[in-house]
């Protein structure tokens, strides 16, 4: 008689930037009904969220994503021009060290793993070893933005580019279910009237969470433009400089676009030749990559998320 595999859950944690605070939200949900993975595999801000799950620093990496505001996330950019990103990433991963601490993954309480791209080989880097900060630096690093780092005789960025929501790697890790989020879909164009579903021109019920959006959604690229314009960025913000569409987009604001399409098309085909058991589609969209203020908004998206489907989960609770 064949032996029956032992059940291991698997959680992929997918990339989406700031979009990304709604794992911390979707963490906790999980954990409070008693879904507990047996494995963690991240990419991008997803290799951040699940490291601090992973070493029982959640609360502290929420209690500062929260405290957050537009002025506290331009402080923390410090401008990397000629190192391969607008921004080089050193005072952001300073105070990430000080939230998570100077660990080794094989110091995880949970069995993790790390996602980032070879730069020119173009090959998939999983992290399931050495420093934890050093594989979400590489595994953070968005083409263009944030600078590339040297690791292992590599230049890595973002896994994004990959894999962006990494069910493989909890496969390869020996997961038997994998429960996946994927913070990029539903993006919409500003051409596109949400109202309407074009498949068969009937009306959508409308999100609950595009009331409180709604302000940025008339100017969706508006953070992404001033942030590229110069380190004048604060007065610009201050005099409130409009960006309507009959402008061209900034810098900022093409590289994050175009990122949110690749990411989008590589998501859905590697999705559809692996899928998981469970996927999780919080409705995060609206929210800007580099919106890191929002924290508060993504995680209570994160929780209902969550909720959304509390009824499907209950095969994963542990006794």
Same mark, same amino acid.
């Given at each position: 008689m064949q032996k029956k595999p032992a059940y291991k859950l698997g959680l992929a944690l997918g990339s989406g930037a700031a979009r990304g605070w709604a794992l911390i939200g979707i963490l906790r949900a999980l954990d409070n009904l008693g879904v507990k993975p047996d494995v963690i595999a991240g990419c991008s801000i997803g290799s951040?969220?699940?490291?601090?799950?992973?070493?029982?620093?959640?609360?502290?990496?929420?209690?500062?994503?929260?405290?957050l505001d537009t002025w506290s996330v331009v402080r923390l950019l410090d401008w990397g021009m000629g190192r391969g990103g607008i921004v080089s990433g050193g005072r952001l991963y300073n105070r990430l060290e000080e939230t998570i601490g100077k660990l080794k993954i094989e110091e995880c309480l949970i069995e993790y793993a790390a996602v980032a791209t070879e730069?020119?080989?173009?090959?998939?880097?999983?992290?399931?070893?050495?420093?934890?900060?050093?594989?979400?630096?590489?595994?953070?690093?968005?083409?263009?933005?944030?600078?590339?780092?040297?690791?292992?005789?590599h230049w890595m960025v973002d896994g994004a580019v990959v894999n962006p929501v990494p069910v493989s790697i909890c496969r390869a890790l020996g997961a038997s279910h994998v429960i996946a989020v994927d913070l990029n879909c539903g993006r919409?164009?500003?051409?596109?009237?949400?109202?309407?579903? *074009?498949? @068969? $021109?009937?009306?959508?019920?409308?999100?609950?969470?595009?009331? !409180? =959006?709604?302000?940025?959604? &008339?100017?969706?690229?508006?953070?992404?433009?001033?942030?590229?314009?110069?380190?004048?960025?604060?007065?610009?913000?201050?005099?409130?400089?409009? *960006?309507? @569409? $009959?402008?061209?987009?900034?810098?900022?604001?093409?590289?994050? !676009? =175009?990122?949110?399409?690749? &990411?989008?098309?590589?998501?859905?085909?590697?999705?559809?030749?692996?899928?998981?058991?469970?996927?999780?589609?919080?409705?995060?969209?609206?929210?800007?990559?580099?919106?890191?203020?929002?924290?508060?908004?993504?995680?209570?998206?994160?929780e209902q998320a969550v909720a959304q489907i509390a009824h499907l989960l209950a095969d994963y609770r542990r006794s």
């Amino acid at each position: 008689m064949q032996k029956k595999p032992a059940y291991k859950l698997g959680l992929a944690l997918g990339s989406g930037a700031a979009r990304g605070w709604a794992l911390i939200g979707i963490l906790r949900a999980l954990d409070n009904l008693g879904v507990k993975p047996d494995v963690i595999a991240g990419c991008s801000i997803g290799s951040l969220v699940g490291a601090a799950y992973a070493t029982h620093k959640l609360p502290e990496l929420e209690e500062w994503a929260v405290s957050l505001d537009t002025w506290s996330v331009v402080r923390l950019l410090d401008w990397g021009m000629g190192r391969g990103g607008i921004v080089s990433g050193g005072r952001l991963y300073n105070r990430l060290e000080e939230t998570i601490g100077k660990l080794k993954i094989e110091e995880c309480l949970i069995e993790y793993a790390a996602v980032a791209t070879e730069l020119y080989t173009g090959r998939e880097h999983v992290f399931t070893s050495g420093s934890i900060l050093q594989a979400i630096r590489a595994s953070c690093a968005i083409p263009g933005l944030l600078s590339p780092q040297y690791i292992d005789g590599h230049w890595m960025v973002d896994g994004a580019v990959v894999n962006p929501v990494p069910v493989s790697i909890c496969r390869a890790l020996g997961a038997s279910h994998v429960i996946a989020v994927d913070l990029n879909c539903g993006r919409l164009t500003p051409a596109h009237d949400p109202s309407l579903d *074009v498949r @068969n $021109n009937a009306p959508v019920e409308k999100d609950q969470n595009s009331d !409180s =959006a709604n302000a940025y959604d &008339q100017q969706p690229n508006k953070f992404q433009d001033l942030l590229g314009e110069s380190k004048g960025f604060l007065e610009q913000w201050v005099k409130k400089i409009s *960006v309507g @569409n $009959n402008q061209s987009p900034g810098m900022v604001a093409v590289a994050t !676009s =175009a990122i949110d399409i690749m &990411q989008n098309h590589i998501t859905r085909s590697r999705l559809m030749a692996d899928p998981p058991e469970i996927l999780l589609q919080p409705k995060v969209s609206h929210i800007g990559i580099l919106e890191f203020n929002r924290a508060a908004e993504a995680i209570k998206i994160g929780e209902q998320a969550v909720a959304q489907i509390a009824h499907l989960l209950a095969d994963y609770r542990r006794s």
